[in-house]
């Protein structure tokens, strides 16, 4: 096996340290491309004078280090659209618009809208680039739209929401990263398709899944086993019911549903046995790599070219290369040039979670399996094939604990039984799944596959709903922060330098990991111990909330049961490390340290009162007469939240506008905080 080439790893260092200033730092793109033209020609002036004398220069080394970390910086600035000259944003997006737009992508449809990403074709009759949101209302257009479809509307543009309530996911920063900006909310009044033709790969893809999709409803597949077919074959996920989905996330067997190097490994394993023959022909060694090459990136374009489905299919195009030209490889480089292509080509790839787990999981595999597999080596296959899949699935999932924990605040206690059973039947389940999807195509697919496979489908659903029925193994809520994240694997690289070499460096930087991670959990708890009065955003209802140290008390008036797994709650249970919630009912006066907040609900009752609160809070859409109020109260602050009419929420701030007083609404601002 070839040794590490590090030279590689650290230009990719270097790449990414360049991204990573680049989208922290918003350097000025033109100084960026500047320098680092600069740098590049100093270097080539540099290599022309040294030559030979290039390996004993430290000034080259790091000249080259300076370029690529010019060279991450300028890749992740070209791919920002809305630095082009023709961006919609650089013209009038306040009035009503007119916008001709392309369907680009299809998302994941809510409970109200059909929703896609569409590309700017022409804003307001010009020539203008970027891409857009686009929210389609249920009912209101009979037949969704599909990939390359173009449209016409005369609308206005939307800011795409930012959180609204406390440590909530943030949708727009996610939506950024993918350069989207804005969004348009259409219904059957405002829209009109210009042209259903396809014009792009993405566009003729679509159409074969569409087929494809046709083909096997008419053979006879429900939408059940269909749903999971997308995903599994055709990386499509958008079809997949809330509640399987919740089951594959809570029994740890989410990454099948993902087409990620599992899933491409498996189909090259595939292909490989398929055009072995052609090793007999005289070039049979140049052309298999070529087909099977062409063959991967093609199912990579069919399955949407996801972060994780490109990384592995650029770490198996290597690997397949490299093995029919007769190069030993080894899999770190391997990883590392992919990553370093993939980054070259598409730096924003580096904040997608799909794209930092997968990597993450194969590291966790390639470095952590040997180590565990070695500890008990089964002599009868029978149990050693079970053990290996032990070993892999618990080294995979001992690489990507820490960053699953920052992002998705839970561990799922039996992910090791439920792969221990999944994963060997994958292979089978790809397999005989694209021998239907190909028998499909050509119009024969017999009855009998059709019902087989629907019920290995329905057998994996329900083995799956079964493990994730045992809630008690699933560790949900758990507060996680980047620094623990970024600790926790600094423990784990350092385990492992210690098992290989049994360095005494590493153990130190182990045991420093350590107390980093301890103290960090008594900051932590230090910084809890403190109240907030919290006002939460909730669309027609009411809910305040009182943090004391890491207790919550929530006075609401929705359903009691549903409290604790209202998305705004956990999410402030998960941010501020809130042990125990408590339910309580509204009130109308609210005394928090030396405050007083009045709260006026839909009876409107405000008169007669013998204190003046600091704070008014708005709810249930009350009839009053705002001016009488807050002259007779002399409140420092109104707020209103979410349950209140728009109409009036709309006078109310005008009203606050006239008296000079500040006016915070909820729907708009966000969560109001008291502390």
């Known amino acids: 096996m070839k040794l590490l080439n590090f030279t590689i790893i650290k230009l990719t260092i270097c790449l990414v340290i360049g991204i990573l200033l680049s989208h922290y730092l918003k350097v000025n793109f033109h100084v960026v491309l500047h320098v680092t033209i600069g740098t590049v020609s100093l270097l080539g002036i540099y290599w022309l004078v040294l030559k030979s004398k290039i390996n004993r220069s430290p000034l080259f080394g790091i000249l080259a280090y300076c370029c690529m970390v010019g060279i991450g910086m300028t890749a992740y600035n070209i791919q920002q659209e809305k630095l082009r000259a023709l961006h919609y944003t650089h013209q009038n997006t306040i009035n009503a618009n ?33 891409d857009l949101l686009i929210n389609v209302r249920h009912d209101s257009i009979s037949k969704a739209f599909n990939i390359d479809d173009i449209l016409f509307t005369s609308t206005t543009l939307h800011p795409i929401q930012k959180p609204l309530n406390p440590y909530q996911f943030d949708y727009s920063q996610y939506l950024e990263l993918q350069q989207v900006h804005h969004q348009l909310y259409l219904s059957s009044s405002n829209v009109l398709k210009l042209s259903d033709s396809k014009s792009t790969i993405y566009g003729y893809a679509d159409a074969l899944r569409l087929k494809i999709n046709s083909k096997l409803i008419d053979a006879g597949f429900k939408d059940e086993a269909l749903s999971i077919m997308n995903a599994l074959l055709l990386g499509q996920r958008q079809t997949i019911n809330k509640a399987t989905y919740s089951n594959y996330v809570n029994s740890g067997t989410i990454h099948i549903l993902a087409v990620s190097g599992l899933h491409v490994g498996i189909i090259l394993w595939i292909l490989n046995l398929i055009f072995s023959p052609l090793l007999y022909l005289k070039y049979g060694h140049f052309i298999r790599p070529l087909i099977l090459v062409s063959i991967l990136w093609s199912f990579a374009v069919i399955a949407g070219l996801s972060p994780s489905v490109t990384r592995a299919v650029t770490m198996f195009s290597i690997i397949s290369i490299a093995m029919h030209l007769k190069r030993r490889t080894n899999i770190y480089n391997t990883l590392v040039i992919s990553a370093f292509i993939i980054l070259l080509v598409k730096p924003t790839f580096l904040f997608a979670v799909g794209f930092q787990m997968s990597y993450i999981a194969v590291l966790g595999i390639v470095s952590i399996q040997p180590i565990i597999y070695k500890l008990w080596k089964p002599k009868y296959w029978l149990i050693d094939k079970p053990w290996q899949i032990f070993t892999v699935t618990l080294a995979a999932q001992a690489g990507v604990a820490p960053i699953s924990l920052f992002y998705f605040h839970q561990f799922p206690g039996l992910f090791f039984i439920s792969n221990l059973v999944v994963i060997p039947f994958l292979g089978l389940i790809l397999g005989l799944g694209l021998l239907i999807i190909a028998l499909a195509l050509i119009g024969f697919l017999p ?84 109240t907030a009065f919290i006002i939460f955003n ?110 009036y929420l709309k006078r109310w701030k005008a009203t606050c506008e006239h008296k000079k007083i500040p006016f915070h609404q909820t729907n708009e601002k966000g969560a109001y905080i008291i502390k």
């Open 98 to 130: 007119t916008i001709v737009v392309q369907i680009k992508e299809r998302l994941k449809p809510n409970a109200y809208n059909d929703k896609y990403i569409a590309t700017v074709k022409s804003f307001n009759d010009q020539k203008a680039v970027g």
């Open 447 to 530: 009855k009998p596959i059709v019902t087989i496979y629907s019920f290995i489908i329905d057998s994996l659903n329900a083995f799956i709903a079964l493990v994730a029925q045992f809630e008690n193994f699933l560790f949900k809520d758990i507060t996680f922060t980047l620094l623990q994240m970024i600790f926790s694997f600094v423990i784990l690289v350092a385990l492992i330098q210690v098992y290989k070499w049994r360095s005494f460096k590493w153990t130190v930087i182990c045991l420093i990991a350590i107390m980093g991670l301890q103290g960090i959990y008594f900051y932590k708890k230090y910084k809890t111990q403190h």
């Open 538 to 647: 909730k669309s027609r209802y009411t809910m305040i909330g009182l943090k004391e140290n890491q207790k919550l008390t929530v006075s609401h008036n929705i359903d009691t049961s549903e409290i604790t797994s209202e998305y705004a709650i956990t999410n402030y249970k998960i941010g501020a490390s809130i042990k125990s919630i408590t339910s309580d009912t509204l009130q109308s006066v609210y005394h928090y340290n030396d405050k007083i907040i009045l709260a006026i609900d839909s009876l409107a009752v405000y008169k007669g009162i013998s204190f003046q609160p600091h704070y008014i809070l708005l709810r249930n859409s009350p009839r009053l007469n705002l001016n009488r109020v807050i002259d007779s109260l002399k409140p420092k602050q109104i707020i209103a939240d979410a349950s209140n009419y728009k109409s």
